[in-house]
């Protein structure tokens, strides 16, 4: 029975309104954490830390031959992109793809075919370094209430320093003969190269974790400041990446010249000056094509006509790449290691004689 204003005879609780009316939270009103790059780089993020569970069960199971032995997870190979590196040479000096790390080799290979393919998405899509990078710079501007940027020439020389470490880094390795490069790949070092850098963070040294706080408060005060001034890795991808047939690129007929596109850049690219941009350190973030106010003024895709990749072709294109063609390399034997677990267990022996885990 309706009361004598209209309204139904059932009261609300009081205090209780509309949930339409309701203020929508901040974080989920956040286009970040609406877009599909932000739920592709937790679901990796997830998966990484699976990984690095998975990898510490293998390495206490070494410590006592009574206890069930756990398999090694073979996507830890993914966190050893200098010994895939050496793998990729090696195949391509040789034409044998080794079986010591074959997953590295088989991520390594799929990662750069999508940086040349796509861009440098791996960087702001997929890698968990990137994503808490990301995450940090995004508290610390919750903090400060700005992220602080380095005047230009600081920022010019210290963006060097990654392609002095990728340099050096090439140099060495592409310089091996084939011979050389067989020898360290199935030497000693690299066969266990994993258990030495779970070694390095199980029980950190005090270096380690100055280091480490030094980066995090770094990348709190500073836009992406290990992806931007220190990661080799992101140097590599950049360079191929400046290659590829997709770049975001910009209609000077539909741009209003607003500059919302060069604000919004992560990465302090001017999109708005532009015709496409060529940088090798755009990740195809999409931030700046989510900024624009115009429907048609940017886009990421290949030059000429209307083609675009919109950011949930992007996230398909990157789960089929580094999730299902991963799948296919192991159903065809292609992805654990031969390194025997006997070998592990003595790396671990000796690195408990001197007190590490």
């Known amino acids: 029975m309706a009361d004598h204003e209209g309204h139904s005879g059932t009261a609300r609780p009081e205090g209780q309104g509309n949930r339409a009316n309701r203020p929508t939270p901040r974080w989920r009103a956040d286009p970040y954490v609406r877009s599909p790059r932000f739920w592709i780089q937790l679901g990796f993020l997830l998966a990484s830390a699976l990984t690095g569970l998975h990898f510490h069960r293998f390495a206490l199971s070494l410590a006592d031959p009574a206890l069930p032995q756990v398999t090694r997870p073979a996507e830890v190979d993914a966190w050893l992109p200098i010994s895939s590196f050496t793998s990729l040479v090696y195949l391509l000096k040789s034409g044998v793809a080794n079986t010591v790390h074959p997953a590295g080799l088989v991520l390594f290979t799929l990662i750069l075919v999508m940086a040349f393919a796509a861009r440098r998405g791996f960087c702001s899509w997929v890698c968990p370094v990137g994503t808490l990078s990301e995450w940090a710079h995004r508290l610390g501007e919750s903090l400060f209430g700005r992220a602080y940027a380095l005047p230009r020439l600081p920022d010019a020389l210290l963006r060097a320093v990654k392609y002095l470490l990728l340099g050096f880094f090439a140099v060495m390795i592409t310089g091996m003969s084939a011979e050389g490069l067989h020898a360290f790949i199935h030497g000693a070092y690299n066969r266990v190269c994993d258990l030495k850098m779970y070694a390095l963070f199980a029980r950190p040294s005090v270096t380690t974790l100055t280091v480490v706080a030094v980066l995090v408060a770094l990348s709190l005060a500073v836009k992406n400041f290990w992806c931007r001034y ?13 290659a590829s047939p997709l770049a975001v690129r910009r209609d000077s007929r539909a741009c209003t010249g607003c500059g919302r596109c060069s604000r919004a850049c992560q990465n302090r690219i001017d999109v708005a000056r ?7 350190e755009c990740t195809a973030c999409y931030a700046c094509v989510g900024a624009c106010p115009e429907p048609d003024a ?7 006509g209307r083609g675009r990749l919109t950011p949930f072709a992007y996230a398909v294109l990157t789960l089929a790449a580094l999730v299902l063609l991963p799948q296919a390399f192991r159903a065809l034997g292609y992805w654990d ?5 006997a070998d592990y267990r003595r790396f671990f022996a000796a690195l408990s004689e001197v007190g590490h885990p």
């Open 230 to 242: 220190l990661c080799p890795y992101g140097a590599l991808l950049g360079l191929v990446s400046m």
């Open 274 to 280: 532009v015709r496409a941009v060529r940088s090798p």
């Open 298 to 304: 940017l886009r990421l895709g290949p030059a000429g």
């Open 337 to 341: 290691t031969d390194t025997p677990v």
